[in-house]
């Protein structure tokens, strides 16, 4: 909750909305894993709003799921840029500068240890699923 593309923008996370006139853009709806990027990439960051309403979004629990979740998120979004190259120019995704990565670690060190390890363990054979929608149970 505290990196700067959650802070800033209209990360969407899994739930979003568009008019008619946005869902026209395209015909099919893709099979890909990224879709709720696929969504928020088919607009520029002009054309999102980002709304004062809040929601819930239950995250999986424990280092494994946490791991098998990030994988498919990694891969969905390579998955995305693959299929849909163009669609690239419409991320305004603002990377962490160094000041806000030691803020970051000051401020919950327990808390960046953990998600520093689960990054990690992405890159690793750790806990790899032969699934494609590999979720944490």
């Known amino acids: 909750m505290q990196l700067p593309f959650v802070q800033t923008g209209v ?12 869902r026209a853009r395209w015909q099919h709806w893709p099979d890909i894993i990224a879709d709720d990027t696929f969504a ?8 999102r709003v980002r709304l004062a309403a809040r929601y819930t979004w239950p995250m999986v629990e424990g ?3 946490l791991t098998r979740v990030r994988r498919r998120q990694n891969a969905g979004v390579a998955e995305l840029s693959a ?9 305004d995704k603002i990377a962490i500068s160094p ?39």
């Open 11 to 22: 990360p969407g996370f899994g739930l979003f909305a568009m008019n008619s006139a946005g």
């Open 40 to 47: 928020r990439l088919s607009f520029a960051p002009a054309e």
């Open 63 to 65: 280092f494994r799921n």
């Open 83 to 91: 299929t849909f190259p163009a669609l690239q120019a419409n991320d």
């Open 99 to 137: 000041g806000q990565l030691l803020r970051l670690i000051w401020r919950d060190p327990i808390g960046f240890a953990a998600y520093a390890l689960v990054s990690l363990a992405v890159k690793s054979p750790l806990f790899r699923s032969t699934q494609r929608w590999a979720r944490g149970r």
